[in-house]
């Protein structure tokens, strides 16, 4: 069984950095994207950033330019850069990987269990 986890989150100070990291257990075949969702209190999950089969990625406005995102498909792993922080940015972060699997005979998630970040003004 696959599980992601996740490292790095944390405390911050408004215009400081963080680097979150994602490992998966097992290797996980057929990746179709990877990316980085963010969920604050009261407030429903968002996706913050992705990267794709063919090394695009994606932003959501609210990071562009301050956020980076990395991933390694033949090692399962995808990473976030997190710089300019703002106290909005206050989150847990959660990982996604989505991928193929011929059981299913369509496309899966896995989720990390979240980690927390906190930037503090």
């Known amino acids: 069984q696959v599980h992601l986890v996740e490292s790095g989150g944390g405390l911050a100070q408004a215009g400081g950095s963080l680097r979150l990291s994602c490992v998966s257990s097992a290797r996980i075949l057929s990746i179709n994207s990877m990316g980085w969702y963010r969920q604050a209190p009261g407030s429903q999950r968002e996706l913050v950033a992705s990267i794709h089969s063919v090394d695009s990625t994606m932003y959501a406005d609210f990071v562009k330019g301050r956020f980076t995102i990395a991933g390694d498909t033949a090692k399962s792993t995808v990473y976030l850069q997190m710089n300019r922080l703002k106290p909005e940015d206050t989150a847990v972060y959660y990982c996604?990987?989505?991928?193929?699997?011929?059981?299913?005979?369509?496309?899966?998630?896995?989720w990390g269990q979240g980690t927390q970040v906190t930037v503090s003004s």
């Open positions: 996604n990987v989505r991928a193929y699997r011929a059981d299913v005979m369509g496309l899966v998630d896995y």
